[in-house]
């Protein structure tokens, strides 16, 4: 399909929208007038009042034209200056593609490369452009894999998907927000109903009579079957441009494949979803590990440090590119699945282009470290820029030792309500010793089954969580003492290491701890013979 018919396409859709309003609104006026002809005048006033009400998000939609404009201003600007190389092979591949190269490029946070467009006269006319490139992503690409990820996005400014993408934004903006606006008000209506019934309650309960149940059932029912209707035309809406949105990917990659070459386009897509996968898990299990003990990683490591994973875990994320996903994230995603792309590309003819560069894609950077840097400014919030910086090893230990001590935080309560003490690891083996321990795991958080368990039953719930408490209190002992580290691992989950042995001597103690007849002894005398 042409842009022209794109256009088109897009503008038919969007009056959709507006006729659909026009049709609420005329069956809205239907209702009055019949009401002002054969209903009692109370109840025709009760339906004008009705009326005027479900109208004002109906024509707030309507007239609400503009749409939310892109942030242009987010990640960091860089210029020809200061990346001579990356600004070179941006304009190469947009010549290549036979269109205008982007007015701006921007390194950001994400691990995704996209282009924008500040189109105007809704589409058709372009204006700036943008291009965003996530360096997490070209922490993880290949040169050769980046440039194809480039020329598939400079393939989307050839077929004018950016500027176009502007009539079909809008009519999914003003559908959501005309949703938005009926939610919005059946919501108010429901919790004003509830406050009214339970303020009603109340006063029942002050004169002891018994309480009726809060029941909010057809509450804002008008709002939500208006709701309905939009919901229903935003379905078709989707469903209607994501099709033409799938098929500009393919475009795009084809793009990619004839300038880039067909296998450097295919492995980049192969990366992607592996290269998100392994991001998300190392921003939640390394990059912020420290946060709860007001730590980051060095300067430039919050998000470059995902090349330590990748590195490190080689084995694992190549069965991850063997298996890509077969379909859509969603049934509203404006991507066809990666498995249908690679295999489309992996058919076309052999073009011989095995010899790309395979240096890594962030060599194109003048100062890939400064860049690294330059984002976390420029994306962290004033609150994490001012957490302490130390290096990887410090950060997991601090972290894991903090984590560890919060842990134990509920045993430590626990024992000192039983004991009228200071809740210490001390006080705790002398609690057990006096047969009191059942009594402290009994104050423990349980669980739903555990807290209907009852005698033998009761006590094999409460063991778990005592020794695993009692546990925390002695690693926290030991790592004081600096008898045991917690150690970094890219490749597993980090773990505490202890002198040979001396592991299997704990696990034993704490379990001798715990038992029916409890024995502290071994716990005791291997503390003891620990030093500081």
Do not use: C
Not at 14 to 21: N, R, S
Not at 181 to 206: C, D, P
Not at 231 to 237: E, Q, R, S, V
């Amino acid at each position: 399909m042409g842009a022209s018919l794109r256009a088109l396409r897009a503008l038919v859709l969007l009056a959709g929208f507006y006729l659909v309003g026009l049709f609420l609104l005329a069956v809205l006026a239907g209702i009055d007038w019949a009401a002002a002809l054969w209903a009692p005048s109370s109840l025709a006033v009760k339906l004008y009042v009705v009326s005027v009400l479900l109208a004002v998000p109906v024509v707030r939609g309507m007239f609400m034209l503009r749409t939310p404009k892109d942030d242009g201003a987010h990640g960091v600007l860089v210029t020809d200056a200061q990346e001579p190389r990356l600004w070179q092979a941006v304009r190469e591949l947009a010549e290549q593609v036979g269109t205008r190269a982007p007015d701006e490029i921007r390194l950001t946070a994400d691990m995704n490369a996209a282009v924008s467009e500040d189109a105007r006269f809704m589409g058709l006319l372009g204006g700036t452009r943008r291009l965003y490139l996530g360096l997490p992503l070209m922490t993880g690409l290949t040169e050769a894999q980046l440039r194809a990820v480039l020329a598939h996005e400079m393939g989307h400014y050839g077929n004018s998907d950016t500027r176009l993408s502007a009539i079909t934004v809008r009519g999914r903006v003003q559908v959501a927000r005309t949703i938005a606006h009926f939610e919005e008000r059946a919501g108010g209506k429901v919790a004003k109903e509830r406050a009214r019934q339970e303020k009603k309650n109340e006063k029942k309960l002050a004169k002891g009579k018994k309480a009726n149940e809060v029941d909010t059932t057809g509450v804002g029912l008008t709002y939500r079957a208006m709701a309905k209707v939009y919901k229903a035309y935003g379905h078709f809406y989707l469903r209607a441009t994501l099709a033409g949105s799938r098929r500009q990917e393919l475009a795009a990659d084809l793009a990619a494949a004839r300038i880039a070459g067909r296998d450097a386009t295919a492995s980049a897509l192969r990366e992607i979803p592996v290269l998100d996968a392994a991001h998300g898990f190392y921003m939640s299990s390394y990059a912020t590990l420290g946060v709860g003990a007001g730590l980051l990683p060095p300067p430039g490591e919050v998000f470059g440090g995902v090349r330590h994973l990748l590195a490190a875990r080689a084995g694992e994320l190549a069965e991850m590119r063997r298996d890509l996903p077969a379909e859509p994230t969603s049934p509203y995603d404006s991507h066809p699945p990666i498995a249908e792309r690679v295999a489309r590309l992996e058919a076309l003819p052999d073009d011989g282009r095995r010899s790309e560069p395979t240096g890594p894609a962030l060599g194109l950077l003048a100062d890939a470290h400064a860049a690294l840097v330059a984002v976390e400014q420029a994306t962290l919030t004033p609150e994490a820029l001012g957490l302490r910086r130390v290096d990887w090893p410090e950060l997991v230990h601090a972290s894991m030792t903090a984590y560890f001590m919060e842990e134990a935080e509920p045993l430590r309560r626990a024992t000192a309500d039983v004991t009228n003490g200071d809740g210490s690891l001390d006080a705790l083996l002398n609690a057990l010793d006096l047969g009191a321990g059942w009594e402290i795991a009994d104050r423990l958080p349980k669980s739903d089954e555990a807290r209907a368990a009852k005698g033998r039953a009761a006590r094999e719930f409460a063991r778990p969580a005592l020794r695993r408490g009692l546990s925390r209190l002695a690693a926290g002992e030991l790592i004081d003492r600096g008898v045991a580290r917690w150690e970094l691992s890219w490749s597993e989950a980090a773990a505490l290491r202890f002198p040979d042995g001396y592991g299997e001597e704990l696990s034993a103690a704490l379990d001798a701890a715990v038992d029916d007849r409890p024995d502290t002894e071994p716990l005791r005398k291997l503390l003891a013979n620990t030093h500081r």
